[in-house]
């Protein structure tokens, strides 16, 4: 028993840390540089994904399904995200046929 706790169906649970670090990394890196909105949102995403299997890992490695549970209610956050978000997205699209942040400026008063 105490072989599964330390690993998680054969992966150590540092390998799981590192994983996700590196995606999050990613994910923030791609929110900070990046211009098109698109990608911004889907950088979001990446960071969300990565805090879901890092919470199913330890959820995992400590035998309760709490973990698990917060994974779902991030995926619901995660949905209504990009539903709101590509409304936006469209409605940017529509006023300046762009999805470029900068073209934002425009639609001040």
Same mark, same amino acid.
Do not use: C, Q
């Given at each position: 028993m105490d072989t599964i706790v330390q690993h998680i169906q054969g992966v150590?649970?540092?390998? *799981?840390?590192i994983f996700c670090s590196v995606i999050f990394a990613?994910?923030?890196?791609?929110? !900070?540089?990046?211009?098109n909105v698109i990608i911004i949102m889907m950088s979001i995403e990446l960071m969300l994904n990565a805090v879901n299997l890092l919470l199913a890992a330890f959820?995992? *490695?400590w035998g309760d399904a709490n973990g698990q549970v917060f994974v779902f209610f991030i995926m619901? !956050?995660?949905?209504?995200?990009?539903?709101v978000g590509l409304s936006i997205v469209i409605m940017v699209y529509?006023?300046?046929?762009?999805?470029?942040?900068e073209s934002l400026n425009k639609l001040r008063w």
């Open positions: 150590p649970l540092n390998h *799981y840390l990613i994910g923030v890196i791609g929110v !900070l540089i990046r211009r959820s995992a *490695y619901a !956050l995660a949905a209504a995200e990009v539903a529509r006023n300046t046929k762009s999805v470029d942040i």
